[in-house]
């Protein structure tokens, strides 16, 4: 009973607190939680009933890991799983990389209403749909119409030749997704604190050992955790980068198609449920064993930068 009244009472304390995390708790827990039960239909041969959704479940055949040989069994496996590693890993590094640096350049920028402008022009392509994103390409890419054509006189079919595509695919999310990475560590650098500049200075040292002496080795516990956090979805694709901005182009499948892409086309044509449930708990369970996997390599080198 004591411990009962202590956890109360401790309840009573933090009640502001707790009714302020209230509306974060009931999200997870109406979309994020309860959703799982769901993942039964990964085993089962779903079918849509009047009875329910519930009901439904429960009454559709069960089939094992049929559902998951859609993935394995199909002379496509291998590319689309190739497709989206490749991607992901060139997303992860490249943008790494690339937030990094532009979080450092816009702290150096003396004038911080100039920075403010620059940060804002940056962080803006994050909220752009990309089905107009998709758009943007076209006016650029149109084998007709397009700017690059008009621009150098060519005559390229960008939708009809595949080479080009892992450039513009990287390019493009990396156009919409550095300027919104780079406000994590932006406000990272921000909170270092500037008496270590003041100190490196006094010592002589330029602006390029201060960014690689104290700025760097600051970012580096920021810069793990949204490694790992990355890594945990390197075998989701962004569905819209992949379909929306090559135009669901049939030649460009080869290096377009990834496995959020393969599993729509294959649930738009067989309106398998079950199927298309299978996939989202492969990804979702290969990229838990990944987390940990990287969290533990972590945590054995540098315990304060793990992510748990």
Do not use: C
């Amino acid at each position: 009973m004591g411990k009962i009244g202590k956890s109360a009472k401790d309840v009573l304390k933090n009640k502001v607190l707790l009714f302020m995390v209230l509306p974060g708790t009931l999200w997870f827990l109406f979309f994020s939680y309860l959703p799982m039960v769901g993942t039964v239909i990964a085993f089962k041969e779903y079918r849509f009933s009047r009875d329910g959704f519930w009901a439904s479940i429960i009454n559709s055949k069960w089939v094992g890991w049929d559902n998951f040989k859609f993935l394995f069994s199909t002379n496509d496996a291998y590319l689309i799983t190739r497709n989206t590693l490749l991607y992901n890993i060139a997303f992860i590094v490249l943008g790494l990389i690339l937030s990094v640096l532009l979080a450092v350049v816009l702290s150096e920028i003396a004038n911080k209403k100039l920075a403010k402008l620059y940060q804002t022009g940056m962080f803006l392509p994050y909220f752009l749909s990309w089905v107009v994103v998709g758009y943007f390409a076209f006016s650029f890419l149109s084998s007709e119409r397009g700017l690059l054509n008009a621009m150098f006189g060519s005559n390229i079919s960008w939708y009809s030749e595949s080479k080009y595509w892992p450039f513009i695919i990287i390019f493009v999310f990396l156009w919409k997704a550095v300027g919104y990475n780079s406000v994590v560590y932006l406000a990272a650098i921000m909170g270092i604190d500037k008496s270590l500049y003041e100190a490196a200075m006094i010592d002589g040292a330029s602006k390029f050992q201060q960014i690689r002496g104290i700025t760097l080795p600051m970012l580096k516990p920021i810069i793990t955790i949204m490694t790992l956090l990355a890594i945990g979805k390197i075998f989701y694709a962004d569905f819209g980068l992949f379909y929306q901005v090559p135009r669901d182009s049939g030649t460009l499948y080869s290096v377009t198609n990834v496995i959020d892409t393969y599993v729509y086309r294959g649930l738009k044509t067989t309106g398998e449920i079950g199927m298309s449930t299978a996939a989202g708990l492969y990804q979702s369970v290969v990229g838990f064993v990944l987390v940990l996997t990287s969290n533990y390599i972590v945590r054995k080198f540098d315990k304060d930068s793990a992510l748990f």
